[in-house]
C-alpha cells in the first residue's frame, strides 16, 4: 500500500467550478502535512501547508483529518490557471534518527476548461 | 535569487556510463534530499541529508550515491546507468526542523539508452 494515496484524476471541471482533491496517508505518526502544486514539466512548488483546525488562503481551503487520516483540498470558483497536478505531501519525522521523510502522493491532475 | 541550481538540465547516458548530477543551494539549508519522478508514481526519495557530512538513504537509493562536503553542495552520482535509471530527478532543500517548506531545483531529465 503507497504512504500517501490519492486519486490521479484527471479532474475537467470548467471555469467557475468548486472542485476538491483528497488524500490519504497510512503512517499516523505523520506529524506535518502540505499541499505542492506543479506544473506540467516544472518543479514542485508549496502551494499551502495543511493545520489541523484547517486553513484557506484565498480560494484555496485545506483540512487535515487526524483521526480517518485524511487530507483535502478545496478550490472555489477555479481559474484556467489552475490547471496543474496537486501533489499531497506528508512530513514524518523520525525523532530517534533524525531522519525526515517527505511522502509525497503520486498527484491528481486538475484541467480547467474555457 | 538562485535557491537551489540543478545541472544539468538534460543528459542521455548510455548503459553503464557514469555521472553525477549537480545540486547547489545558497539559502544556508540544512537538509538537502535527492528525488526521482516518474509517471504514475510520485517523487520518491533516494537520498538525503541532514547536513555536512550526514547522509542517509531513501526509498530508492540502489545505484546512486551521495556525499555532503559542505552544506551548499549535495551531489548525486549515477555508478553505472541502467535503462531503468531513465526518470526526472529532483534536488530539493529545507531548513532544519520537519515542519518546514522544501524548494526544489529544475530537475534533471535523464535518459538512459
Known amino acids: 500500500r503507497k504512504e500517501v494515496e490519492q486519486d490521479p484524476g484527471p479532474f475537467n471541471v470548467p471555469e467557475g467550478a468548486t472542485v476538491a482533491f483528497n488524500c490519504t496517508y497510512s503512517?499516523?505518526?505523520?506529524?506535518?502535512f502540505f499541499w505542492y502544486r506543479q506544473d506540467c514539466r516544472k518543479e514542485p512548488k508549496l502551494l499551502m501547508s495543511?493545520?489541523?483546525s484547517g486553513n484557506e488562503d484565498g480560494r484555496f481551503t485545506a483540512q487535515l483529518n487526524r483521526a480517518s487520516q485524511y487530507i483535502s483540498l478545496l478550490i472555489r470558483d477555479s481559474k484556467l490557471s489552475d490547471s496543474a497536478t496537486y501533489l499531497c505531501?506528508?512530513?514524518?519525522?523520525?525523532?530517534?534518527?533524525?531522519?525526515?521523510?517527505?511522502?509525497f502522493g503520486s498527484g491528481t491532475r486538475l484541467q480547467v476548461q474555457p | 535569487n538562485a535557491g537551489v541550481t540543478q545541472t544539468p538540465k538534460f543528459q542521455v547516458l548510455k548503459t553503464g556510463q557514469s555521472m553525477t548530477l549537480q545540486c547547489a543551494q545558497d539559502?544556508?539549508?540544512?537538509?538537502m534530499s535527492w528525488y526521482r519522478q516518474d509517471p504514475g508514481m510520485g517523487l520518491r526519495l533516494i537520498h538525503y541529508?541532514?547536513?555536512?557530512?550526514?547522509?542517509d538513504q531513501g526509498e530508492v537509493p540502489n545505484g546512486y550515491n551521495v556525499s555532503r562536503s559542505t552544506t551548499e553542495d549535495f551531489p548525486l552520482r549515477l555508478l553505472s546507468a541502467a535503462p531503468s535509471q531513465t526518470s526526472v530527478y529532483f534536488c530539493?532543500?529545507?531548513?532544519?526542523?520537519?515542519?518546514?517548506?522544501?524548494?526544489f531545483g529544475q530537475g534533471t531529465r535523464l535518459t538512459v539508452v
Open positions: 530539493a532543500s529545507s531548513p532544519g526542523g520537519g515542519t518546514t517548506e522544501a524548494f
Open positions: 503512517n499516523s505518526a505523520s506529524q506535518s
Open positions: 505531501v506528508v512530513n514524518l519525522v523520525v525523532m530517534d534518527t533524525g531522519r525526515r521523510a517527505l511522502t
Open positions: 495543511v493545520y489541523s
Open positions: 539559502m544556508n539549508h540544512e537538509y
Open positions: 541529508s541532514v547536513g555536512a557530512g550526514i547522509t
